[in-house]
Every structure is written in C-alpha cells, then in structure tokens.
C-alpha cells in the first residue's frame, strides 16, 4: 500500500451561485463529473514510491565517487505507472489545445500538428542517434538536414540557411550577429537597429542583445511602415531594419522592395521577421524582396508542434552578403552527392568551393547541430504537402482570416479593414465597446463559449487589440461556429454587458489572481509539514 | 489534400462572402512583380502519407541507431532508457498541441506541470527556484554568464577549461557582440582537475567562474573551494551539469556553494534526437536573484473563487513586457520537453533516481576495471559518475571511426571536442548508462584489443 498523502492537500470546494449562476450542489472531491481537479505529484507521491524498475542498491558495492555521495534527501517524489498516468492525463485534461477547437491565436499560427510528422520523428534511426557519432554512422540525418535546407533556401529564394537556432528568437539572434559580422567585416560599426512600433517584443530584444541601440520606425495611417520616414531616418549609423511581412496587423508591406532598396543603399541590413510566413509560402518570395535575412518557425509554418510552449526552431534563410557568416555546424552536399558536417576544422576547405571564398562563421550558437526532431517532422510536413500544396496552405490561411474580417467588421472596429484585404490573421480593436468592458474580458467571454481567445493586446498600435489567426486547417463549418460565438461576446461587449467581468465561469480556473503571484512570488513547492 | 478541410465551393462561398472574385484578389497587396504565378519550379508536388512515411524510412535507415550498436558516447547527451508512458503522456494532444500558457484558466495543465517541473529542477539542483526551461544545456551555459553580469556588474567571466568546449564556444561567440571578455582556458588531461590553475584566475573584475560537474572529461570533484575562492572575490559560482541522473548519486551545486546552476536536462525522458530538441535547466540558488534569471517562470496564485491555480509570472522581465530591455530575448523555450523530463523524473521519484544512478555507476566501474585490463589503455579519472576518460596510445578519432564500422560506438574521441589541442589527441571519454550490457562492455574490450594489438 502507498504511503499516505502526508501534503494535508484538499481540493478546492466548488464554490456556491455567488454570479448568480445555478451551478448545482457542492461536491465532497470537489470535482465536477468530467471537471476533475488534481493535487500536485509531490502531494500524491511519495520518496519510497517508484514507477520504474530498476536493482536494488547494494549499500556495500565500492564507489568512485570522490567521495561526494550525496547523502541528504533530495526532496524527490514517486508515483507508480497506473498513478503517473491518471495525474498526467487529468492534468491535460485542464488544457486548450488545437486537437479540441480552433486556436485563433494571432502571429502564432496554430495550426492542426500531422501525426505522420510525429512517426517519422520516432522512428529509431532519427530518434536514437547521438549527435557526435562519427558521421559515416549518421548520413541520412544530415541528408534531412540538408533536404530541409534546401526546401527552406527554394522557398524563400535565398542563398544560404543556418540550420541550428533553437526557435524564432534564437534564429533572429542569429540573423542579427550575421550582419554584425557582415559590418564588422567591412570595417563598419553602425550602432542602430530600427523595428516597427508594432514589431514582436523579441526583435528589440534581439537588437539589444546583438549590441544595438533601438529605435522605433513609424507606421503610417494604412498599418504599414511609413516609407519616406524610414528614408529620412536611414542614414550611416542604421544597420539594420528589422521588418515584419506580413506584419503584425496582418497586413503586407506593400513597399518591401523598396524599403530594401533604400536600406541597402543607406549601407544597411533587412532583417525579416519570418513569424507570419504562413501567409505567403509558395506565393511571394522573401528573397525577391530584397531580404537579408529571416528566420522562420518551423513550429509555426510547418506544423510542428507548439508543446505548451516549445521547443520550436527557428532556421535562418541568408543572402548572399550574409551567408559566408552564419554558425557553425552546418551541412554541405559536395559534388559526388555526399552531405557533410562542417565544424571548425573542416570549415575552411569547405567554404572556398561554396562560397568562392573563406567562410567566416560568426560561431556556435548551440552545442549540436539544432532541432533535428524538428527538421524530421518540418521535412515529412513539406513532402506531404508538395509544392502545390504549399501554395493553397498560403491561399486558405488568407481566405479564412478575410472571412472571419468580413464577418466580423461590422460589430467591431477593424482599424485597417477599409485599405483592403488582411493576410492571415485579422485585427480588430475595443473601440466600440460598452461600458469599462476591456478586449481581456471579451478574451475570456470566448473562454466560456469553449475557444482559446485570439492575441490580445498586440500589436501595441491598435487599442485593446485582438489579433485573429484561424490558419488553414479549419473548415468553413468550424469556421462559422466561431464567427458565430465571436459575434455573441462581441455583442455583448458593446452592449456594455457586465458579466463578462467576471468570465470565464466554466473553465477550470475562474480570473487568477496574476498579481498576487507576481508580488509574492512562489515558484516551488514547500511541503507545509515543513515549513 | 488530407490537411485542408476547405472544399473548392467553400472557397468560391467564402470569397463571394467577401467580396472577392479570385483568390488573387486577396493577394493585390504583394507587388505584382513578386508573385508567384504558380509552384515553385524543382520541388516535389504533394505526396501520400504512406509515400512519404517510405521516404522518411529510408533516410532513417542510413543512420545507425544506438540501439542496434555497443553505444558509449556520451558529452552532453545520454542514452538511457524513456519509460513507455513518457512518449504516450508527451503524445495527448492536450499537452502536444497546446501553446505558451498565456489563458491560464485554460491552461492548468501545462502550468501545473512546469510548477511541478520547477520544484524537481531545484531539488535535483540543491537551489532556491528554478525557471520553466532554455533551448539547451549550452544556450542556458550562456544565460548564466550574461545574468551573473547582470548580478555582479561586472563583464569578465572566467570558464574552467574543463567545461565541455562547445558550451565554451556558445559563450565565447555571444560574448564577441555583448562586449563581455571571456578568459577561458585549454583542459588538461590529468586525474584530477586543475583547481588551483582556476582559482588564480579569478580576479576582482570577474563576475563568474563557470564550471562544470562532473566535468567533460568525466571528473567528479568537490566545488566548495572554488565557490568560496570565487564569492571572496565578489565573483558568482556557475555550474554546469550534462548529466542530470549524476545528481542521484553525488552533491548538489547548490549544497556546494553554486549560484548559479544550469545544464541538459536531456538524460531524463528526452532521448538523444541527433542533437535537439533538448532541455536548458536554469535554477538560482539564491532567491533574490531570481528577478535578473531569464525565462519563463510558473508561480502560484488563486483564483477569484479562492481556488489554487498557476500562471506564469514575474514577466515584467520578459521581452513580451520590456522588449528592448528584457533579461533575455528567449521565448519559445521546450515546453514539451519539460513535460517528459517531469513525467520521467515523476515516474522515478527520489528511489528510482538513486536506483538508476547507482546503476548507472555500477556499470561505468565495471566498464573501467574491464577497460583497464586492456594492452594500450589506461583509465585517466580518479573519481568519476558514469563517464571517465581513458588514454589510448593511438589517435582516438581515427579508432573510433573504424570501430563504427564494426557496428562500436566506441566514445567520443577528444580530437573531435578538441580539434586544436595535439595533447588530448589521444583521449576517449566513454559514457557507460543503464542501457549499456555486461555484453556491450565485452564487445568494446574486444574490439579495442583487436585495433591496439
């Protein structure tokens, strides 16, 4: 038998009609049927329990240990198999996700996640090879790496791609220490990277990261870069525009081209924040553009999946003037077909015959050679989807946000639905709201109706802003349902209608109180016994 | 196509609801010089899922799997066996196919795990608080050095040349573009490490000693010196650690003085995946660092109904909030990673850790012993986990290539870590695990003694 729970947890009581809601009964466990609440492992579990099998400790075997054991308590709990899986799956249980509904997360691109991709993924010559095998053992990995490469440089029509950023940040990190090293390399210590107002929190980040000063360019009335201010800002000291396309309101750069041209001309850099590519995949080409670089989210373009949070991986397409600098390791396919790695003491033989020159790698950026979980799964997901099936994922995720904009423009303000068409997601803000009503409490209205709510709050430009990406994986039923919802909360928000202050009322948690836990914070569990 | 669910008379609908005539209409904002008008020439069309499984199957197939080979590489990432129900509880679409826990009325579950997730990675690590994950064991090697500049104000960090090289590297290039200096230092292949040589290079401007335990060459030693060498300098400890299961049998960086420790958490419940996705463990031992640490971190609140619940907090040092200003501009970090590590570690609990670290080390001792006997190679560690380093009398590059042909993963040679430095030319460190069989040891002898008779 289990050792007893010694945590004193309980469950939390449901609570009483106090809304005014008829809610029904108490319960004793405090779940509601199918509604079931879950302690902690480290209150169920126990230091003696374990779920794996494994040979006694012999106390008398010698060791080697240098005389470190460790003898105290780790603090560690153990649950049985039977046990770990119901506290796991009552957990998930808790969560939103796209395999339950439509997830109109704005600039996140949620879309359905193939199995195929997670087969392939698993299978024993991917998942079970270490990264520092000798490569004669590991060809068909580098074959994938390099296959990936390819599709990414094709699509985007670039020269080169760093393979190894973790995720979008970490390959914007990556993009901007390429035109680091580009401009160092030329003798040429520019200071200033220019973002959008409305560019994502990460690419100022990244900018102060990589040593630059930032500085805001700003939109004009349409929700695009105003042009002939970026021009009368550009100048010796900018060395890079970091760039959204399509943007964060969902709209195309109209004068891309020309905002290269004249950062090239200025001396500088486009940096393309890749996040939105979904739009146009097999549509428009990045490096027709006239980009330097971009990252792209292979969790966010090429279904793989988001995890609660990670991981993703972030590739970096490059243009010619930056691809003799990107990281270390990467794939090269030499002439009789062979994909090799190039680390350090290879790297020099092999630029000259793919760069005409010496390669000049900025460095490592990670221990191994990146995401190739990730590459396996982006891989099997462009295969699967083909050329042309790329081209209409681009064409359905623009016709479902333009419908749900269509469908929606006239109970909400949509700031930038009258210059046109919207790209892949659709943006809308709180101005016609009733009362005090803010887009938080509309957001957690669509809890209650059973949706994850879209992007809120962002892009900082627009006025309690609601950020909708359906993606392309939804049809026009599930499509209908939510318009349908949205347009109910919608209604009732500019009705001014007060309850929604206080949704959501079905989920498993009502309002958290985000304060309280940002002013005293508690990040670990402390058995209370002990404290 | 299996993955669109629009019908084509959906799509004349929906445009005609919009008021579109052709889905070019919805494209009048790209130039028209840049359209494509149709695929992209030289790729693939689409393709069946059983053609592509076919087609993914044979690229596997030209990989030799560690399973099917006497496997003993370690350096950063460890071959040890995943429970059957971490890959089925990693596989509910309620945790693969959720994102960032942003709503957290509806995201309890992912919450919950990471504040679960957070109290194992203290514990393990004998510190204060930890965050909910980095990409990986190197980029959160270099968080470490850029919060302890952050704590100290200070911008030299000093890294033991026992730390494994490409976490080195990692720090030294991200150093390159924020203006930190970086005094590292070339291994020396001795029993022991040099501690000595470490401590003299602390200084006065030094904001952190970055070391790492058990070190690349498998060395285990005590850190109690060098932290207090470091702290009365005004410097920060930062220890690194790539085996995770090494801390169910020796001291906690935290019991020994550490600020800072970070490391792979890949060992527990990830699996080798060629190099990533894997699991960046960042803990601080001190809480009052904890406002400077990077990343995401899941507290706990209650809601307006006075019940328990998680969120993620303490964002204002976030890029989402600070933007330019941020402690790091990570964001997606390996959510679902720290579910595996969460649910393996679950699963083990404190006896089954201590179980498998004690097997672990059962069988490196016996390894070592076994490897000992062999004509031609000499075992460098005097103390060790479930790594250790042995010295052969030839190039240990080019014998581990000819050994993979004979289907042995014989290690990884220190030539490959070590490119530059002729000394370690001839260093194999060899990582004995669980999965290792008295067979597999066997076979290894063996096959050394065939190439160094």
Avoid at chain 1, 209 to 236: H, N, Q, S, W
Avoid at chain 1, 334 to 351: P, R
Avoid at chain 1, 452 to 478: C, D, I, N, Q, R
Wanted: aromatic content about 6%; overall charge negative.
């Amino acid at each position: 038998m289990n050792p007893p729970n010694k945590s004193g947890w309980k469950p939390a009581m449901n609570a009483t009609d106090q809304d005014g809601m008829h809610i029904g009964p108490a319960t004793v466990s405090g779940n509601r049927a199918l509604m079931l609440e879950e302690p902690l492992s480290f209150e169920i579990g126990h230091a003696e329990i374990t779920g794996v099998d494994l040979p006694e400790i012999d106390p008398a075997a010698a060791n080697r240990l240098g005389g470190l054991e460790r003898s105290d308590p780790i603090g560690l709990v153990g649950l049985s198999e039977p046990e770990t899986v119901r506290h796991y799956t009552r957990l998930s249980r808790q969560n939103y996700a796209i395999d339950l509904g439509l997830f109109p997360l704005g600039s996140c691109t949620m879309k359905h996640n193939p199995r195929l991709n997670e087969k392939v993924a698993r299978m024993p010559g991917f998942a079970d090879v270490h990264p520092l095998q000798p490569v004669d053992t590991v060809r068909g990995a580098l074959e994938v790496i390099n296959e990936l490469a390819h599709w990414l440089i094709d699509l985007t029509g670039m020269h080169g791609v760093a393979m190894s950023p973790k995720a979008g940040a970490h390959g914007e990190l990556c993009g901007m220490l390429c035109i680091r090293a580009a401009l160092e390399a030329r003798g040429d210590a520019r200071k200033v990277v220019l973002c959008p107002e409305s560019a994502h929190g990460t690419n100022p980040a990244t900018a102060a990261f990589a040593g630059y000063e930032t500085e805001d360019i700003p939109a004009g009335a349409d929700g695009r870069v105003d042009l002939e201010a970026l021009k009368a800002r550009l100048g010796p000291d900018v060395a890079a525009v970091m760039i959204t396309n399509p943007n964060t309101c969902g709209l195309f750069e109209r004068d891309m081209k020309a905002i290269s041209d004249a950062v090239h001309e200025a001396g500088g850099f486009v940096y393309c924040d890749g996040a939105n590519f979904n739009a146009i995949v097999g549509k428009v080409r990045p490096g027709d553009l006239g980009v330097d670089a971009m990252h792209i989210n292979l969790h966010k373009t090429f279904s793989t999946p988001h995890g609660g949070g990670g991981p993703g991986s972030g590739p970096v397409v490059l243009s010619e003037a930056l691809s003799p600098y990107g990281p270390l390791p990467y794939t090269a396919r030499t002439k009789d077909g062979v994909v090799h790695l190039i680390e350090e003491e290879s790297a020099e033989s092999f630029s000259e015959e793919h760069f005409g020159g010496v390669m000049d790698s900025f460095g490592r950026m990670t221990a191994f050679h990146g995401q190739m979980g990730m590459f396996t799964r982006a891989l099997t997901y462009m295969l699967s989807h083909g050329a042309d099936g790329l081209r209409q994922v681009a064409e359905d995720a623009v016709l479902n946000a333009n419908y749900i904009l269509r469908s929606l423009e006239d109970l909400l303000h949509a700031p930038y639905a009258d210059s046109g068409p919207c790209m892949h997601e659709a943006l809308f803000g709180d101005k016609d709201f009733g009362g005090d009503l803010s887009t938080l409490d509309l957001a957690k209205g669509m809890i209650d109706e059973g949706y994850h709510p879209m992007t809120v709050f962002f892009p900082l430009v627009v006025h309690g802003a609601m950020l909708v990406e359906p993606t392309e994986t939804e049809s026009k039923a599930a499509l209908d349902q939510f318009i349908a919802s949205f347009r109910s909360v919608a209604e009732r928000a500019n009705a001014g209608d007060e309850s929604l202050k206080q949704a959501p009322y079905y989920a498993p948690r009502r309002r958290l109180d985000e304060t309280q836990a940002a002013r005293k914070p508690v990040l670990a569990w402390n058995d209370p016994n002990l404290t | 196509m299996r993955y669109l669910p629009l019908t084509d008379t959906d799509r004349s609908d929906m445009l005609a609801t919009i008021g579109a005539d052709s889905i070019d209409d919805l494209f009048t904002d790209v130039p028209e010089e840049a359209r494509l008008d149709g695929p992209i020439h030289g790729l693939p069309m689409h393709a069946s899922e059983m053609a592509v499984e076919k087609h993914m199957r044979r690229l596997s197939k030209k990989n030799l799997a560690a399973a099917d080979a006497a496997f003993f590489l370690g350096a950063g990432a460890y071959k040890h066996h995943v429970p059957a129900s971490v890959d089925h509880i990693i596989q509910r679409g309620e945790f693969l196919t959720a994102y960032t826990p942003y709503q957290p009325e509806i995201a309890q579950g992912t919450l919950q795990m990471l504040f679960e997730f957070q109290t194992q990675v203290a514990r393990l690590y004998g510190c204060a608080v930890a965050n909910a994950s980095m990409y990986d064991g190197s980029t959160a090697c270099w968080e470490a050095v850029a919060m302890a500049g952050r704590v100290t104000k200070r911008k030299r960090a000093v890294l033991s040349g026992a730390l494994h090289p490409h976490y080195a590297e990692v720090v030294k290039t991200m150093a390159k573009f924020t203006g930190d200096t970086i005094a590292d230092a070339k291994p020396s292949i001795q029993p022991e490490p040099d501690t000595t040589g470490l401590r003299d290079r602390i200084d006065e401007d030094t904001s952190c000693v970055v070391v790492q335990y058990p070190d690349i060459l498998g060395r285990v030693n005590d850190l109690t010196e060098i932290a207090e060498a470091a702290h009365a300098k005004g410097a920060l400890l930062v220890v690194v650690n790539t085996e995770p299961v090494a801390l169910g049998a020796i001291k906690s960086p935290g019991e020994m003085g550490a600020d800072i420790v970070v490391g792979e958490g890949q060992s527990i419940g990830v699996g080798l995946n060629f190099g990533g996705p894997y699991l960046g463990l960042f803990a601080v031992r001190n809480p009052k660092h904890v406002r400077q640490m990077p990343g995401r971190l899941c507290g706990e609140t209650t809601d307006a109904e006075g019940k328990r619940g998680f969120v993620l907090t303490l964002s204002t040092r976030e890029q989402h909030i600070r933007r330019e200003k941020a402690t790091s501009n990570i964001c997606t970090n390996s959510g679902l990673c720290a579910l595996a590590f969460n649910v393996h570690m679950t699963l083990l609990g404190e006896k089954g850790l201590r179980q498998l670290a004690a097997e672990n080390h059962r069988l490196a001792c016996l390894a070592a012993d076994k490897l000992a006997q062999v004509p031609g190679v000499t075992v460098l560690n005097s103390a060790f986990f479930n790594e250790f380093t042995i010295v052969l009398e030839t190039d240990a590059r080019a014998l581990v290539r000819k050994l993979a042909a004979k289907n042995v993963l014989a290690g990884v040679s220190l030539g490959r870590l070590f490119p530059d430095v002729d000394a370690l030319s001839q260093g194999l460190l060899v990582a004995v695990t669980e999965t290792t069989s008295e067979e597999d040891i066997d076979t290894l002898c063996s096959a050394l003694k065939e190439e160094l008779a």
